[in-house]
């Protein structure tokens, strides 16, 4: 089945910092969602962006379907940003359930 | 417009008991699904429904069972509960393309 890598696995940065957030999928796909995970939780929906380029205020992702791979931005993080972002594809078959990558854990220092 | 709402939010349970856990969807979607997430695993498949009346296993079944009698409704049960199973769950729905989340089950097995 389809493999999703997310990479780095932990990131640690200072308030204001921006930081790139990658993952990187083995087949191709129709669709892919970003989430983040509060330290409540709560899966948060970020971006579903099956290509191209989205942004939502300090936040942006671009997915490049062709080469297997999407980058999430985030400008001048904020302790809220804390938390664990996960990507997320649909499985091949009629289910359309959606495979999860591991998650970056990123933790966001006043 | 609630989303997606799981209820209860908390269980404790000892080894053998059983219980249901109840996932609502409002926003008339065909598929619903049922994860659980484990330290560093990401989200697993348990179960999932592509309509009203049909269910289907996922990636890690065993242990569990759903019923989808309503399409609204999408129920997992624990038939005798085992500390494996200690776990948080995630019910998630779509229609086509975007997945929404609920908020998300712990349930520990003592």
């Known amino acids: 089945g389809i493999q999703v890598e997310q990479s780095p696995p932990d990131l640690i940065l200072q308030e204001g910092a921006n930081s790139t957030l990658r993952c990187n999928f083995s087949?191709?796909?129709?669709?892919l969602q970003w989430f983040h995970q509060n330290p409540w939780g709560q899966l948060i929906n970020l971006f579903y962006i099956p290509s191209g380029t989205k942004q939502n205020g300090r936040l942006s992702a671009t997915t490049v379907a062709t080469e297997r791979y999407s980058l999430l931005y985030i400008s001048s993080s904020q302790t809220t940003d804390s938390g664990v972002y996960f990507c997320a594809v649909p499985h091949g078959g009629s289910q359309g359930n959606l495979i999860f990558g591991k998650g970056t854990k990123l933790s966001v220092k006043p | 417009n609630a989303g997606v709402t799981q209820t209860p939010k908390f269980r404790v349970l000892k080894t053998g008991q059983s219980m249901t856990l109840l996932c609502a969807q409002d926003?008339?979607?065909?598929?619903m699904y049922w994860y659980r997430q484990d330290p560093g695993m990401g989200l697993r498949l348990i179960h999932y429904s592509v309509g009203e009346g049909t269910t289907a296993k996922g990636e890690v079944p065993d242990g569990y069972n759903v019923s989808r009698l309503k399409k609204q409704n999408f129920l997992l049960g624990l038939e005798s509960a085992a500390p494996s199973q200690t776990s948080v769950y995630f019910c998630?729905?779509?229609?086509?393309?975007?997945?929404?989340f609920g908020q998300g089950t712990r349930l520990t097995v003592v």
């Open positions: 926003m008339n979607h065909e598929y």
């Open positions: 998630a729905s779509r229609r086509v393309g975007e997945a929404f």
């Open positions: 087949d191709s796909v129709n669709n």
